[in-house]
């Protein structure tokens, strides 16, 4: 981790996030792209908790532990896991089931579009 690419937008990036975190008492949640590319970039390297969102099955698991390697190599220890899209407490459980205890901080129920296209009309 870390290592990755150094073009000119992921230096800025990097640069802008270690300010704001590291310079100024101040609180940022950033939604960053799914994946790996800002563990491998270093982008995510000045932050205090990586939160994790992982989805009901094997890619999204892999693609998670992956994060946690990754993030541990750059030097981030607190993690959060949440689950989303999840449907039954079957689901809940197998994630839960697949990282170490006290990672997962709960679950995002699954809300399926309407006919307008937008989420469940109980989710805000």
Known sequence: GGQGCA???NVL????????LLNRDEAVVVDMEAGIEHLGRGTARA???LVIVVEPGERSVATARTILRLAGEIGLHSFAVVGNKIQNQEQRDWIAGQFPPGLITGPIPFAPL????D???MCP
């Not at 990036?13 to 704001?20: A, C, G, M, N, V």
């Open 7 to 9: 073009c000119p937008e």
């Open 13 to 20: 990036l990097r640069s802008l996030l270690s300010e704001i």
């Open 47 to 49: 932050i205090d908790t």
């Open 114 to 117: 309407n006919e307008n296209g």
């Open 119 to 121: 989420g469940d009309s």
